[in-house]
């Protein structure tokens, strides 16, 4: 494959677009589904099922004047939300939607979405920092100290995969998995006995690593306001939004490639596009459900969990994986 | 740009909580210094919306400071104009008929759940979990429907009067309590499954924020935070008004102290409450609803009047002095979440702001009732 600068810019308009749309439409998603749960419409009024709400919600946030409090650190905060998205788009370039469709396909494409996701604590960072804001600071605090915990045990059960499928490729690792669920990474295989122990771990470090509900300190609007975006408005806001939506697909699609057998069918039946949108789609609701049914922990349960729990457990599981597959 | 800040290391800072945060419910303003997460100290300030209540009551006939009473606390308001009609009644001498008092008791204990109802959802919320609130609504939202139907408002109730009612119940109120109970019940099992039995609910209130019965003594903690630390007491048991001695009802107490404990004393006493909504329909005497040997304008002996009755919150007080005047002399409203806040000082030196905030959200502070 060539590349030309037109492919370049395609790509990356199709993954903006993507990114955009996932947003947007998860944000009326997500409104829907906790309405659902908690027993109320939600958005109806706007459009058929409410499906306006979320054009007219960005058309909203774009005119609305930008404010930049006195005080605050003006380049970093302007800078903060672009930082926050820029990333989570980048990640989208190197994601395998099916066989066929992906912008560009790197031998590293597991590395590559792990560096451009651990810049996110960097906006976050950033974002509390040039606000010059307490409640703003003490967020964005938790929110990195959560993010580098489990960066961690996240990064190692990733690798237990890569060593398993013996590639960093994401489209090798679900050919790897191809032709029916029993091939999946998420069941145990003879190699790697602990696979869904591995699975719920990077499920749990996906939720945690997208400061979502019960991890949710980085914003816990009931003490700190609105966490580390207190003082954004407009379309900072909005940025930081759209990245916190475009984070949870990510998320999801690398759950889904690294453990659900990516576009594969569980039947062995068409695999393709439809089967990897119908897997994160269905994470994505999982992710909701899990949002609205649960309490927030608290940033020193949270930070227990990561190392008392979850990276004792991923070592081992990576000590013993790597000897089964020495032994079988 | 402003000039940077200048800090040493081991320097604190101080956080302004409030007047406008969603964590106080209301304007209350808490000035705390912090270290990082920890609380070094507290002090929480209050005043932004004191409306001089008391002041009223001495300007003001008897009659009309009734409506008053009911702008205290917007969650429990049949409580505190129990209150008031009882002090005034049992100070000019006036009887009550039978039927009253019960529909009374039936209709403060109805108000009492919908408070306990609202305070769960807001509390569950505090801690992050956002869609109890909504369950706790919609049970919430039956009884207002009942409480409409009899007395005309669905929040500042003026139902009472000094003597009786301002109008009976109708065969509706009596169906539509009777279908309640079972609902609330189950809703309450319901609850339990999903906010009581939760792992991470418990680990944020297990142990948190101990408050010993000494604390709550030296404060003049009442309801349920004193319940919730061992000391047994219910104005409704001690000191029985109006006609509770006539009911058969537990006084739920905890020893443990903490936000967990506070929390299962609130729960518990929605479930004491309809047990004597129960017994209070089972038992409904027939009979007139305003006494008939009433004066038209309300003047009391000379002297100084005392009632106590419990709120959802705690134990009411209303002082009245007369002078034998259509209106008090003095007039004092002892109003128990007043002395409830003044727990937090002192109990949330040390703690993490997360913890400190779930156990304000435990005291079940209603910011109007306390600034009067």
């Known amino acids: ?328 | 740009m402003s000039a940077p800040i200048q800090l040493r290391p081991d320097e604190t800072f101080i956080l302004n909580v409030g007047p406008q945060h969603p964590a106080t419910h209301g304007v209350l303003r808490v000035k705390m210094e912090m270290d990082g997460e920890y609380i070094v100290k507290a002090e929480t300030v209050l005043g932004y919306v004191h409306r001089m209540h008391e002041k009223m009551g001495e300007n003001r006939t008897y009659a009309q400071y009734l409506p008053n009473l009911s702008r205290l606390d917007y969650l429990g308001a049949l409580g505190y104009t129990h209150g008031h009609v009882l002090s005034i009644e049992r100070a000019a001498g006036i009887e009550v008929p039978e039927r009253a008092e019960y529909i009374r008791a039936i209709t403060v204990e109805l108000n009492r759940v919908a408070s306990h109802l609202f305070w769960f959802g807001a509390f569950v919320m505090d801690l992050g979990g956002f869609s109890p609130l909504m369950y706790a609504i919609q049970d919430r939202e039956h009884i207002l429907d009942i409480l409409e139907g009899v007395t005309g408002s669905r929040l500042t109730y003026c139902y009472y009067r000094f003597g009786g009612l301002y109008n009976d119940v109708d065969d509706e109120f009596i169906e539509a309590t009777k279908r309640f109970i079972p609902n609330m019940r189950k809703s309450l099992k319901k609850y339990a499954a999903l906010v009581t039995g939760n792992i991470i609910f418990h680990k944020r209130l297990e142990g948190i924020a101990p408050v010993s019965a000494e604390t709550c003594r030296k404060y003049g903690a009442t309801g349920p935070v004193a319940r919730g630390s061992g000391i047994n007491f219910d104005v409704r048991k001690n000191e029985p008004y109006s006609v509770y001695s006539d009911f058969d009802f537990d006084v739920p107490v905890y020893q443990e102290g903490d936000s967990l404990a506070r929390y299962k004393v609130r729960m518990d006493e929605i479930e004491q409450s309809l047990r004597i909504i129960e017994q209070g329909l089972a038992k409904l005497p027939a009979g007139p609803i305003m006494t008939e040997k009433k004066p038209k304008n309300i003047k009391l002996p000379v002297g100084d009047f005392y009632q106590a009755v419990e709120t959802a919150r705690g134990s009411f007080g209303i002082r009245i002095v007369s002078d034998g005047d259509k209106n008090a002399y003095r007039l004092k409203l002892r109003s128990p979440t007043y002395s409830n806040m003044h727990l937090f000082d002192e109990t949330c030196e040390g703690m993490l702001i997360m913890d400190a905030l779930a156990f304000m959200g435990s005291l079940d502070l209603v910011i109007p009732e306390m600034d009067r």
């Open chain 1, 1 to 328: 494959m060539s590349l030309t600068l037109l492919n370049v810019i395609v790509a990356v308009v199709i993954a903006i677009a993507f990114a955009a749309a996932n947003a947007a439409y998860l944000v009326w998603a997500e409104r829907r589904g906790a309405a659902r749960i908690q027993r109320r419409p939600g958005p109806n009024i706007n459009g058929p099922f409410g499906l306006l709400q979320p054009p007219i919600d960005g058309i909203k946030l774009m005119t609305k004047q930008l404010m930049i409090p006195g005080g605050a650190d003006k380049i970093l905060f302007m800078v903060a939300p672009v930082l926050a998205m820029a990333p989570a788009i980048m990640s989208f370039v190197t994601i395998p939607f099916s066989e066929n469709i992906v912008a560009r396909n790197m031998d590293i494409g597991v590395l590559m979405i792990f560096a451009f996701a651990s810049m996110g604590a960097m906006a976050i960072l950033l974002a509390g920092w040039g606000s010059r804001n307490k409640y703003s600071v003490m967020a964005s605090v938790r929110a990195v100290s959560q993010n580098v915990s489990y960066e961690i045990p996240m990064l190692i059960t990733a690798i237990t995969v890569i060593m398993v499928n013996g590639s960093m490729d994401l489209k090798a690792i679900n050919l790897a998995q191809a032709g029916g669920f029993w091939h999946w990474n998420i069941f145990p295989s003879l190699q790697s006995p602990l696979m869904p122990v591995s699975f719920i771990i990077f499920f749990i470090c996906s939720l945690a690593e997208t400061n979502r509900a019960p991890f949710d300190l980085g914003e816990a609007e009931s003490e700190l306001v609105a966490g580390f975006h207190t003082e954004y408005g407009s379309m900072g806001f909005g940025l930081f939004f759209m990245a916190e939506y475009a984070n949870i697909v990510i998320g999801a699609s690398l759950t889904t490639l690294l453990f659900l057998g990516g576009w594969g069918c569980p039947f062995g039946l068409f695999p393709g596009v439809w089967w990897f949108l119908l897997k994160i789609y269905l994470l994505i609701a999982t992710f909701i459900w899990i949002r609205w049914t649960f309490p927030r922990t608290t940033i020193y349960g949270l930070l227990n969990l990561s190392w008392k729990i979850l990276i004792p457990i991923s070592l081992f599981n990576l000590l013993l994986t790597a000897g089964f597959m020495k032994v079988f």
